[in-house]
């Protein structure tokens, strides 16, 4: 029966052959991969135990970073449980009246009493918008103060008070975000600067791209273009909310505007 070997395998020799009558030692060849390898496992066992010496010399330091790095996840937690949400909260309270004296507002024949105690807060010592953005500024509350606070404002005709707070407001939803920029448009249009209302109502209208924001912020654009003589622009904005924008309220007139800029 035929056999076959395993490639790299040899067979093994006795260590001692009898030569003569009397045994000699055979001489065993090292294979220079196994001198290699085993090479290798020396300089990790050198590596490992430098680590080993490194770490026990040090350990204070590890012990001391790692405490200290649990002591600021702890103090984080801690401080988001017992001074964010108490803080929210009472900010949250605070926005309550206020914002009833907006709603009230809205709909007033006369309403610039009621937009200024939205803003300025009650004989009962209620804040309003104005001191809960300031008091507040770090909640969710505080920043929606600023948002409130520029539309006050705004229908107030403060106009510079109305960008101070508008541009405050960081928005974190699709309308409202959109909206403080073209509010902020609105208030640079109604002291007649154009250029800086044009370049707010540009960058609301593609801010968020929707049905409701940006088909307006468009006609708003296109409007001021007109006033500039800047009709091919104001077309193409026009032309934009009639080929985009074909349900939107703006689009209802748009055709009229269109034109006027051809």
């Given at each position: 029966m035929?056999?076959?070997n395993k490639?790299?395998?040899?067979e093994p020799?006795?260590?001692?052959?009898?030569?003569g009558?009397?045994?000699?030692?055979?001489q065993?060849n090292v294979?220079?991969?196994?001198?290699?390898?085993?090479?290798v496992?020396s300089k990790?066992?050198?590596?490992a135990n430098?680590?080993?010496d490194?770490?026990?010399k040090n350990?204070?330091?590890?012990?001391g970073?790692?405490l200290?790095?649990?002591i600021?996840?702890?103090?984080?937690?801690l401080y988001q449980?017992?001074v964010?949400?108490?803080?929210?909260?009472t900010a949250?309270e605070e926005m309550?009246?206020?914002?009833?004296?907006?709603?009230?507002?809205?709909d007033?024949p006369?309403?610039?009493s009621?937009?200024?105690l939205?803003?300025n807060?009650?004989?009962?010592?209620?804040f309003?918008f104005?001191?809960?953005?300031?008091?507040?500024?770090?909640t969710?509350?505080?920043?929606?103060?600023?948002?409130?606070?520029?539309v006050?404002?705004?229908?107030?005709k403060?106009?510079p008070?109305?960008?101070?707070?508008l541009?405050k407001?960081k928005?974190?939803?699709?309308m409202?975000?959109?909206?403080?920029?073209?509010?902020?448009g609105?208030?640079?249009?109604?002291?007649?600067k154009?250029?800086?209302?044009?370049?707010q109502?540009?960058?609301?209208a593609?801010l968020n791209?929707?049905?409701?924001?940006?088909?307006r912020?468009?006609?708003k654009?296109?409007?001021?273009?007109?006033?500039?003589?800047?009709?091919?622009d104001?077309?193409?904005?026009?032309?934009?909310?009639?080929?985009?924008?074909?349900l939107?309220p703006?689009?209802a007139?748009?055709?009229?505007?269109i034109?006027?800029?051809q």
């Open positions: 035929a056999t076959y490639r790299g395998y040899k020799k006795e260590k001692e052959e009898k030569v009558g009397a045994f000699v030692e055979e065993i294979d220079e991969k196994d001198s290699t390898t085993a090479a496992f990790l066992d050198e590596s430098r680590t080993e490194w770490v026990q350990q204070r330091i590890i012990i970073v790692l200290g790095a649990a600021v996840v702890m103090g984080y937690l449980k017992f964010v949400s108490p803080t929210e909260d949250a309550f009246v206020a914002e009833q004296n907006f709603k009230k507002a809205l007033a006369k309403p610039d009621l937009y200024n939205a803003l807060g009650g004989a009962e010592g209620k309003g104005k001191q809960i953005a300031e008091e507040y500024s770090g969710d509350a505080g920043n929606m103060a600023n948002y409130f606070a520029g006050s404002y705004l229908n107030l403060k106009y008070e109305a960008i101070a707070s541009e407001y928005g974190k939803d699709v409202t975000a959109a909206l403080a920029v073209g509010l902020i609105d208030a640079y249009a109604q002291q007649g154009n250029a800086e209302a044009l370049e109502y540009n960058k609301a593609a791209a929707n049905e409701f924001t940006t088909p912020f468009l006609m654009a296109g409007q001021v273009e007109l006033a500039m003589g800047k009709k091919a104001a077309l193409k904005h026009f032309n934009e909310i009639k080929e985009k924008y074909e939107s703006e689009s007139n748009v055709d009229a505007l034109g006027l800029a």
